[in-house]
């Protein structure tokens, strides 16, 4: 929580510092005709600044940049590429105020999380600063003793990163950071209602000595007419996505045509299992993280709580206590807890998921509507006794609200959990060390949280299956993502 009032000057400086125009090959130009679109403040409806919109041939330039650069790039010694990320590191510690001020502007959640937001980002670079100087091969002698095997790794080569509104800089810095570890260039799009941060970004390699063309970002009104071109150009040889599934599953048939290795991380519909052991508040409170962090506009936000009918109406109850207890307002000003939705129609999809569910027979424990006049706020809400067919159960939510059902067996929940067609994250709060173990073996998803409200961490791979997509970044598989295996055999 922030405690000191920030002053309207001081936000229109950290906007006015960023620059606005193309990021390529190092420099920030106009697009094509001085084309340009709004950036809004979600919590006043207001423009906060506009950005350069690109056409094609801008996003081709972009790619020339990045397929120019690529040669030179892949042949910089690891050490070098782990320094300038170690450097960026080191300049986004220190500038986070400014940065997560910025966030907060474009984005909406509260200065405090896009502190957490900007520190979780910064890390991804300082953890890949250190797997550049790990990218190792093997040597073997084969079976029959006539030759050798070598195995290396070499970078993938140009990569298109396409990349979401609601972590503007994670979700960024999760690709980039591998992707300059491994010696790749790069184009990255961020959403339309968040590029600022990511502007700001790139002028932070640039600074940490990042070589023009290795990073270029493109923003664009429109995403898809700007894109497509992009991906079916031979040159490129990568395409990364973070956003929705609808749109991934388009980009993946896009991508087919150039064959393009591809990586995507998709929509989420986490269960929240409370066992008939767990401790009761420890869940009450990893829920508050699990649901609640990005007011609930996370891919790994919990979208269902099942909880074993013994302790339901005591985790219901203590949750609709803490839900009610928070801080709802502009991210800006101090104490507060939720900031507002990011665009309108954001608001009225939780709106009318709440309200579908609450006509199909579920009780409002907490909230239950928007918040405000102006901007687009949304209670923290809690609902108990949620029917099965309430359509809020089979989609992202994408806001605060916990609708909680009750099942009476492990099997059941177990069941139920992996009733979905996404399979991101599970969260379980149980005791009993073989319950925890049957439910990490056996809930369909990428990553489990036992005990915990969160899974997100730089050094842990982080990915989904199913329609949550494949992939996995973080860890020391992120940087597998951006590397190509090349045998070659010898004889000597
Ligand atoms: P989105 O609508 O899929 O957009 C994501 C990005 O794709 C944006 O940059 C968007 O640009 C771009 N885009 C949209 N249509 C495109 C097209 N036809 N061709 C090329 N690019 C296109 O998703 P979102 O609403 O920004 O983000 C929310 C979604 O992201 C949720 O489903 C969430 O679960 C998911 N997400 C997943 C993860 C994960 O790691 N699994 C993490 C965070 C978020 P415009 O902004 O210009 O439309």
Not at 431 to 459: F, K
Request: net charge negative; hydrophobic share 45%; glycine share 10%.
């Amino acid at each position: 929580m922030t405690t000191t009032r920030i002053t309207a000057e001081r936000e229109a400086a950290v906007v006015g510092s960023v620059p606005t125009g193309l990021w390529i090959d190092g420099t920030s130009r106009p697009a094509t005709g001085g084309a340009t679109f709004p950036v809004h403040d979600p919590s006043t409806g207001e423009v906060l600044t506009e950005v350069a919109d690109a056409s094609p041939e801008d996003a081709t330039g972009a790619l020339d940049a990045a397929v120019s650069a690529q040669k030179q790039w892949a042949r910089t010694p690891p050490r070098e590429r782990g320094e300038i990320l170690r450097r960026a590191f080191e300049l986004m510690s220190a500038r986070a105020d400014d940065l997560a001020l910025l966030m907060t502007l474009e984005m909406g959640k509260p200065v405090a999380e896009s502190r957490g937001e900007v520190a979780y980002a910064a890390e991804f670079l300082r953890w890949f600063s250190e797997e550049a100087v790990r990218i190792a091969g093997r040597w073997s002698v084969a079976p029959d003793g006539a030759s050798r095997l070598l195995t290396m790794k070499v970078p993938v080569g140009p990569t298109l990163m396409i990349t979401p509104w609601n972590f503007p800089l994670a979700m960024g810095t999760r690709k980039i950071g591998p992707a300059v570890a491994a010696g790749c260039t790069m184009v990255v799009k961020p959403a339309s209602q968040t590029p600022l941060s990511m502007y700001a970004l790139a002028a932070i390699m640039q600074e940490a000595g990042l070589p023009d063309g290795v990073l270029s970002v493109v923003t664009t009104s429109r995403s898809g007419a700007v894109m497509g071109p992009m991906i079916s150009d031979p040159r490129l040889r990568k395409l990364t996505f973070t956003g929705s599934t609808e749109v991934g599953r388009r980009l993946v048939e896009q991508s087919a045509e150039q064959l393009l290795r591809v990586s995507m991380e998709l929509g989420g519909n986490a269960p929240f299992l409370v066992m008939a052991d767990a401790d009761v508040d420890a869940a009450v409170s990893g829920a508050m993280l699990a649901k609640m962090r990005n007011m609930g506009e996370a891919c790994t936000a919990a979208n269902r709580f099942l909880v074993h009918e013994k302790v339901a109406d005591e985790f219901a109850s203590k949750l609709a206590a803490r839900m009610s207890q928070l801080r709802v307002g502009r991210g800006t000003e101090p104490d507060v807890q939720v900031g507002p939705l990011v665009d309108e129609p954001s608001l009225n999809k939780v709106s009318s998921l709440v309200q579908g569910a609450v006509d199909a027979g579920a009780k409002v424990l907490a909230g239950g509507e928007p918040v405000g006049s102006r901007g687009w706020f949304y209670a923290p809400t809690v609902l108990a006794d949620v029917p099965d067919n309430a359509a809020m159960l089979e989609e992202e939510i994408f806001g605060p609200v916990a609708p909680v059902v009750r099942f009476a067996s492990t099997e059941e929940a177990i069941a139920r959990a992996n009733d979905s067609p996404y399979g991101l994250v599970a969260y379980a709060y149980t005791r009993d060390l073989s319950t925890a173990l049957q439910l990490a073996e056996e809930l369909d998803t990428g990553m489990v949280g036992l005990n915990r409200g969160v899974v997100s961490n730089p050094a842990a791979p982080f990915g989904g299956v199913k329609h949550s997509g494949f992939g996995r970044e973080g860890g020391t598989e992120g940087i597998e993502e951006y590397l190509e295996t090349r045998y070659v055999g010898i004889e000597a």
